[in-house]
T-cell receptor, first 120, second 109 residues
Framework: EAQVTQNPRYLITVTGKKLTVTCSQNMNHEYMSWYRQDPGLGLRQIYY???????DKGDVPEGYKVSRKEKRNFPLILESPSPNQTSLYFC???????????????????FGPGTRLTVL | GEDVEQSLFLSVREGDSSVINCTYT??????LYWYKQEPGAGLQLLTY?????DMKQDQRLTVLLNKKDKHLSLRIADTQTGDSAIYFC?????????FGGGTRLMVKP
């Protein structure tokens, strides 16, 4: 089954204790991304990766790191978590864009099930 | 201001039509999307529209795009309780999707 998986699904931790949330996709997608979802703010992009060894900041990268050593995996690293990073996190992937002028080249992103993180 | 604006909440009765609206500050996206998030789940693409189209119909869903007014709407005909979810209309900018706050649709039996 084509899917994006995240682990763990739920995590409660304390301020300053390094953690990693894993993301893996089995669709051979080049593009992967991390979002956080907060009430009333929708989803905000943290980091994205266009391909292996290529990562870029999104809208809210502060306090986060990512790596893309393999095509299928895109872990999110919080070196020193703080309470303001308590949130619901989503990983997503999609193929690289085709010809955007063609209707068939729309970019559907496939989302993982989410990781609910609480930092005390 | 916000890139993507949506009303926070909509309540309808089962069998009625629902209309969810989005307004953008920038209408330059090639595609515009509607994603649905059911409780406790990730987002799923519901439908999309190419920017040179005014309307797209897909079974119970009708998407209307008014580029001049930078306005996108999603109409759900014969709304069912299974349509209760949060709906997002992200704008695509380069390699990023920019989301609004989402509209929570509640369908009453």
């Amino acid at each position: 089954e084509a899917q994006v998986t995240q682990n763990p699904r739920y995590l409660i931790t304390v301020t300053g204790k390094k953690l990693t949330v894993t993301c893996s996709q089995n669709m051979n997608h080049e593009y992967m991304s991390w979002y956080r979802q907060d009430p009333g703010l929708g989803l905000r992009q943290i980091y994205y990766s266009m391909n292996v060894e290529v990562t870029d900041k999104g809208d809210v990268p502060e306090g986060y790191k990512v790596s893309r050593k393999e095509k299928r995996n895109f872990p999110l690293i919080l070196e020193s978590p703080s309470p303001n990073q308590t949130s619901l996190y989503f990983c997503a992937s999609r193929p690289t864009s085709g010809n955007l002028q063609e209707e068939s080249s729309y970019n559907e992103q496939f989302f993982g099930p989410g990781t609910r993180l609480t930092v005390l | 201001g916000e890139d993507v604006e949506q009303s926070l909440f909509l309540s309808v009765r089962e069998g009625d039509s629902s209309v969810i609206n989005c307004t953008y500050t920038d209408s330059s996206s090639t595609y515009l999307y509607w994603y649905k998030q059911e409780p406790g789940a990730g987002l799923q693409l519901l439908t999309y529209i190419f920017s040179n189209m005014d309307m797209k119909q897909d079974q119970r869903l009708t998407v209307l795009l008014n580029k001049k007014d930078k306005h996108l709407s999603l109409r759900i005909a014969d709304t069912q309780t299974g349509d209760s979810a949060i709906y997002f209309c992200p704008r695509e900018a380069g390699n990023m999707l920019t989301f609004g706050g989402g509209t929570r649709l509640m369908v009453k039996p």
